[in-house]
């Protein structure tokens, strides 16, 4: 899982233990049991669906990474500054349409458009470094 790698959840034991006892490790076998469980129920009763086991663990997973992860304090500050960044950044190109490349400043299109089709195409790292360029003065010695 991404929140493992990232380090946002610090160990494999931090999800619940019914979610370990019936999925296993994290990982792909996660999919593979949800996928066979809709698979096994649609073949008994000719519904697809999963059975109610999986997906009530399943459903215990979702509001355990809800919790942990997609809405922890660290990815709401994450978030937080990713909109900041986003926003200065629009504020900037649209007081300085001329720093917009040609290949976005197309006639028809609004400033604030070409400014988004910009910053839209950024890359996360490139979105930084251009806000650190632009906003964080730098000592010229």
Same mark, same amino acid.
């Given at each position: 899982?991404?929140?493992?790698?990232?380090?946002?959840?610090?160990?494999?034991?931090?999800?619940?233990?019914?979610?370990?006892?019936?999925?296993?490790?994290?990982?792909?076998?996660?999919?593979?049991t949800?996928?066979?469980?809709?698979?096994?129920?649609?073949?008994?009763?000719?519904?697809?669906?999963?059975?109610?086991?999986?997906? +009530? @663990?399943?459903?215990?997973l979702? =509001?355990?990474?809800? !919790? $942990?992860?997609?809405?922890?304090?660290?990815?709401? #500050? %994450?978030?937080?500054?990713?909109? +900041? @960044?986003?926003?200065?950044?629009? =504020?900037?190109h649209? !007081? $300085?349409?001329?720093?917009?490349?040609?290949?976005? #400043? %197309?006639?028809?299109?609004?400033?604030?458009?070409?400014?988004?089709?910009?910053?839209?195409?950024?890359?996360?790292?490139?979105?930084?470094?251009?806000?650190? #360029?632009?906003?964080?003065?730098?000592?010229?010695?």
């Open positions: 899982l991404d929140a493992l790698r990232a380090g946002t959840l610090r160990r494999r034991e931090a999800f619940p233990v019914p979610v370990l006892e019936r999925f296993g490790e994290p990982g792909r076998a996660w999919v593979h949800m996928i066979n469980a809709v698979i096994d129920e649609s073949l008994h009763t000719g519904a697809v669906r999963m059975d109610g086991d999986t997906l +009530a @663990v399943m459903n215990l979702r =509001d355990f990474m809800f !919790e $942990h992860v997609y809405q922890s304090a660290e990815q709401l #500050r %994450q978030q937080r500054r990713a909109v +900041a @960044v986003i926003r200065d950044l629009m =504020d900037w649209l !007081e $300085h349409p001329e720093e917009i490349p040609d290949t976005y #400043r %197309q006639d028809e299109a609004s400033a604030q458009t070409q400014a988004a089709d910009y910053i839209a195409g950024m890359t996360d790292r490139y979105a930084l470094a251009t806000h650190d #360029r632009l906003f964080r003065p730098t000592l010229s010695l």
